[in-house]
């Protein structure tokens, strides 16, 4: 199993998460507000269990590090500091909680810059947490591992702030709130694309000294320079971190630079009289005030506890971004990353699994594939259940589609898309079925037929796509069920409008009545928009009609009804990380690798919409749904 975990970037906030924890001596301070943001660099592993061992090699030290799993062992190693402290720490934790037996952990490769403000540490925290929820199963929320990590971290020497396990979020902006020992985790829309340059300043700081002295200023003010450093920990950074968060979910680069600036500005002003030997920064502002980048770059400011570490700069766009990177590190000799945060990408791509046997409709798929069977739109055409589908994903501007096949059924497909009837034939269609014969090659220049070497359920056939899919969204459809919608939005184009809106895998719903759950797939949740999107707490299978009224009930929809899947997803390639995991452990429900335990884990880490789309679906997979689908599906 292979992990990534990045390192995290504070944009706006620094400080304000310890600070914020002080409420809980004097409550007149302010809910600390902090902005944060996975880097594009981190900690990649591979991780398998061990009976009985930890096992952890870095590239970090080239060290490998051994240690039975025995809680006094770990604690002992935790307490000693150091990287495999770190790594003894969170194990401690999760041994404290869980029954589990040991890890092996092989950190192959590390791009994350160590001691330079982006939470190295916590990182690696994240990446132990991480690889124990995995191997073991213990179902940890990202919330869960941010907090074993932390856990972990601080049963170490090191005393890190409540932030710095943020980055187990990802390369994802995310708002934390710091009211006392409680901390809320907001994941932060990003509705255009911000470029980052992150400069390591090649300079020095004292955090322990910066931290003491700032810390001195608390719970309670007993002189001016103590009130402005509250002032500024407190109000002006709140204020100035809810309008960068306003700017980011607007695309407003612009802006967000302007606040940069506006930060750095009161953090001199407030806080460096506080400690002078560490905050004055004299690399950090020569930077700053360079020069040769000013007309390129749209505001900076210092990065985690300020001072001489590291610097973030933003700019335009990533060419400008390559002309400041150029400057700084011919100029100043300063080394920097890059950092991208991007808007919910396009899905381009289009999964459609078309590989099963089509028992329920024996015999006729004797003789063809039920994808085959024919249907008639509502202009009265006759075309096969696989063109209908295909159009449906046309119809939402997906760009390429991939058809997952059974082995050896490529040609009935290919001659289909491909192959234009003979010339004799051709010429006796009207001038209508001309232009259709034209019409299902042009579509067909953008299908990739993918065979299924062997039968192993759903979820095998989505993994089946994986590398065509690459390592981007992309939008699923079944391969025996039609789709209409009730207005003049395709139903696929409203779900990849909800995915665009929320940055997240999203699956299509539909009201169900209850004596009907049984064949479906169906899922429970909490509103977003009333009666329209939820965020999904649980997905359940085919479930009884008993467990679903007990559990799966939505406030606000009639006590008979249900959420069931509609038949249309849009996924993050993560769900193959997932899919992965099952086919490489042999993890099969009913024979077979099903798709609804992968979607379950995905909503338990990264969360999961659902929409209720405003449509209808129709299943031609038993021979009564297919009678009824010829019936109702041309009306539509």
Known sequence: MKLFVPGRICLFGEHTDWAGGYRRINGSLEIGLTLISGT???????????????????????????????????????????????????????LTHYRVHGLEINNDNTDLPVKKGLSSSAATCVLVARAFNRVYDLKMTIR??????????????????RMDQGCAYGNRPVMMTFDGDRVDVTEVAVGGDFHFVIVDLRAGKDTREILSKLNKCYPFAENDLQRGVQKYLGKISASITKRAVAAIETGDAATLGKLMTESQTAFDTYCMPACPSQLTSPALHKLLCWPSIQPHILGGKGVGSQGDGTAQLLVGDATTRDRVIGIIEAELKMHCLRLTLSSARKVRKAVIPAAGFGTRLFPATKVMKKELFPVIDKNGVAKPVIQAIVEEAVSADVEEICVVIQKGDRPLFEEYFHTPPPLEHFAKLSKEGQKMSDYIIEIGHRITFIEQETQNGFGDAVYCARTWVGGEPFLLMLGDHLYASDTDTPCSRQLLDVYEKYGRSVVGLKLTPAEMIRHFGTVTGTWVEPQSVISITEFAEKPDAVYAEEHLHIEGIPDDQYCTVFGQYVLSPRIFEFLEEHIAGNIREKGEFQLTSCLDRMRIEDGFMGYLVQGKRFDIGLPQAYLQTLGEFAGK
């Open 40 to 94: 594009n660099q981190g900690l990649y592993a591979e991780v398998k269990p061990h009976p009985s061992k930890l096992i952890f090699k870095t590239t970090l030290t080239g060290e490998v590090f051994e240690i039975p799993m025995n809680r006094d062992a770990l604690l002992a190693e935790a307490q000693k500091g150091g990287i495999f402290s770190y790594v003894a720490g969170v194990a401690y934790q999760v």
């Open 144 to 161: 869960g591992e941010m907090e074993f990590a932390y856990l972990g971290e601080i049963t170490t020497p090191s005393r890190c702030g």
